[in-house]
């Protein structure tokens, strides 16, 4: 990277429009291109399935970002991932998940995938023995992260995994969705590709739905376009317009909701009506020094456990007013959910599920004061 994280998220794909000067990149709101000549497509562009400047803006700051070579932008992050594995796997593979994942890739691999004939094993990744022995070798195509995970925000060492998963000729792909590339770069610790609901912090501020692939080796990421024009799940030209004016104001975001959610987990953590917090910022936290090594920050993602089981964490969440009870994270607005009966619920009765007296909060950027009150009250 020749410049700082904020410079690039600012500059990187965005030069000044050659035409008019404009300093923020136009929509490019058109389905199809005219043409020089059959054959001699103006600047590359055909279609705009196959490509779009706006598009192109998007992938290219996407790529600075997470020090990567190829960003791909698509329709969400569950596109994404449904792209990555139809590139990557054919039916009879194998892929090590983690043993606590958003509920929707959980989904797509067990309603989806397995259908289609690709195996998975969940393994707790922020152990390396149980990831190791999680692979089948000759048939793991992909040893697949998050860190911190969702929502019980496990933390798994990526430069470990990375080697494990390497010396068994798997790939190791980490959703970075809760951490940002602000606060982690896992192609920096080994990691052969990044997969992002830019939904979240990346877009930041709950108006757009969007997924990304970033990796690190060009020949990779080529399939992975060409499969991206194939499958067609692409990212409109206005949607990558609003993800790219979310990105550069994601330093400043990220180092808000970290600010506040460590305010806040310190506030939960020993109070009366919380059993548990979990949050990789607090020295209790069993992936903190791997957190502290690999993150920035510690995000602003806390979920922790009521102690009056699940139908006061239902209250609790019920009784939130500034925390908007609803599902997604990474707005600037603060949100509260539950789980188990939410986020994940697709995950029931599998090893993957989550405890009943669990909420999980997405940390805003307002006054954390207000949202510190919030919280007392809702907390009864």
């Known amino acids: 990277m020749s410049h700082g994280f904020e410079t690039l998220a600012i500059h990187a794909g965005q030069d000044p429009e050659a035409r008019t000067g404009a300093v923020i990149p136009p929509i490019y709101q058109t389905s199809t291109y005219a043409q020089d000549a059959v054959g001699a497509p103006r600047l590359g562009y055909e279609y705009s399935r196959s490509g779009n400047p706006t598009r192109d803006?998007?992938?290219?700051?996407l790529a600075a970002l997470e020090n990567g070579a190829v960003g791909l932008a698509f329709a969400s992050g569950l596109a994404a991932e449904d792209t990555l594995l139809r590139t990557v796997c054919k039916p009879g593979d194998h892929v090590v998940i983690p043993d606590d994942a958003y509920g929707g890739t959980y989904r797509l691999f067990a309603k989806v995938a397995e259908?289609?004939?690709?195996?998975?094993?969940?393994?707790?990744v922020s152990d390396p023995d149980a990831v190791r022995a999680a692979i089948r070798p000759g048939s793991t195509r992909i040893v697949w992260l998050e860190t911190p995970t969702n929502p019980l925000l496990g933390i798994a060492d990526i430069a470990v995994l990375a080697g494990i998963a390497h010396d068994a000729g798997a790939l190791l792909v980490v959703d970075n969705t809760f951490a940002s590339p602000y606060l982690q770069q896992p192609i920096t610790h080994g990691a052969d590709v990044v997969v992002h609901s830019t939904t979240k912090y990346v877009g930041g501020h709950s108006d757009v739905v969007g997924g990304a692939l970033v990796v690190a080796d060009r020949e990779l990421g080529e399939q992975l376009r060409y499969h991206q024009n194939a499958m067609g799940a692409i990212?409109?030209?206005f949607d990558a317009w609003l993800t790219l004016r979310g990105i550069k104001t994601l330093g400043v975001r990220m180092d808000r909701h970290c600010d506040n959610a460590e305010r806040i987990a310190a506030y939960l953590d020993g109070h009366a009506k919380v059993a548990e917090v979990i949050y990789p910022g607090l020295p209790s936290h069993p992936g903190h020094e791997v957190a502290a090594k690999q993150?920035?920050?510690f995000g602003g993602m806390i979920s922790f456990r009521a102690t009056g089981g699940e139908e006061h964490a239902v209250e609790i969440c019920n009784r939130a007013k500034l925390f908007v009870l609803a599902e997604s994270l990474g707005g600037v607005e603060s949100l509260i959910e539950h789980p188990g009966r939410m986020t994940h619920a697709s995950a029931a009765g599998s090893p993957l599920e989550v405890p009943g007296d669990l909420v999980r909060l997405s940390v805003g950027i307002e006054t954390v004061d207000d949202l510190l009150a919030d919280l007392e009250q809702a907390l009864g």
Do not use: F, S, V
């Open 57 to 61: 803006a998007l992938q290219e700051c």
């Open 115 to 124: 259908r289609w004939g690709l195996a998975y094993t969940p393994a707790k």
């Open 235 to 237: 990212n409109g030209p």
């Open 295 to 297: 993150m920035r920050r």
